[in-house]
């Protein structure tokens, strides 16, 4: 059973963690140089976690300041990509903020080959006038009312 969990437990951390580092050996890709930051998010409740037959297969670090989101990280098991569930687990992401009152929600297209993903999700270019060569694109996405 497939399950959004808004608050996963310290089982479903090491989980990603364990698949993270699985992913950082094996390909040399995947956020597991990020692991500080993503343990922190679990402590401090900023990470959801989308949950198959209670495995963690996704998960999402996410920010609300006021009306403003930003999705810092999110990715899915490299197993369970190309099925939907990243869709599924960004609609769910993008109604929380909504409830949460955020107006816009950002996000970095890192790696730079998911900017289609986020694209076809409906997010829209920043203005990039003020971005440096070399630098991740930045898209926004807007909430509807």
Partial sequence: MLNIVPQPIDEHRA????????????????????????????RNSSVHCLVLDGYAIAFALVNCFDTEAVIDIMEVHPRHRRC????????????????????????????????PFWRAMGFVDLDASDRCLGEPVRLKWIVPR
Avoid: M
Avoid at 17 to 30: K, S
């Fill in 84 to 115: 939907g569930h990243g869709r599924l687990f960004t609609k769910h992401v993008l109604q929380y903020f909504s409830r949460e009152g955020a107006k816009s929600v950002e996000v970095e297209c890192t790696p730079e080959t998911s900017e």
């Fill in 15 to 42: 989980q990603v963690l364990e698949w993270l580092l699985d992913e950082h050996r094996e390909h040399g890709t995947g956020f597991y140089c990020n692991r500080g930051v993503i343990e922190r998010g679990f």
